[in-house]
């Protein structure tokens, strides 16, 4: 699909962060397992409640827009779980260290989702979308 319509970066937007957040969901239980600390589990845990209700979230909206999200593949949070993995497998389990390094990974990944979901309100906004 050539993307040369604003409807067109919206959709292939939406289709990106779904991809975002479905493989998030599905990174975070070994996340959670690896953690020490237990408050930095429980907000892992939450995080991950919040992402699963967000995918649902998605769901509604290309239901609403009479679409299905499709196969497309966010690459961009692909690598960085394709490094948070490579991390985790090299440190040590429920390790202060183990923590700092996942700290960092989720920050980067909430950042990721913050411009996106900015980034799909504009876009809403521009063709008059509540």
Not at 47 to 58: A, G, N, T
Not at 60 to 78: A, H, I, N, Y
Not at 95 to 104: K, P, T
């Amino acid at each position: 699909m050539k993307i040369n319509t604003v409807q067109k970066l919206y959709v292939h937007s939406l289709k990106d962060v779904f991809s975002a957040e479905k493989q998030i969901v599905k990174a975070f239980p070994k996340m959670i397992k690896a953690v020490k600390n237990t408050d930095l589990k429980a907000s892992f845990q939450t995080h991950f409640e919040e992402s699963q209700e967000h995918v649902r979230r998605l769901e509604q909206v290309f239901g609403m827009l009479e679409m299905s999200p499709g196969r497309q593949k966010c690459k961009s949070l692909e690598g960085m779980l394709t490094e948070i993995e490579e991390f985790m497998d090299n440190s040590e389990s429920n390790s202060d260290v183990m923590d700092l390094g996942l700290i960092a990974a989720i920050q980067l990944i909430e950042h990721y989702e913050i411009s996106s979901y900015g980034t799909l309100m504009q876009y809403a906004k521009m063709m008059g979308d509540n």
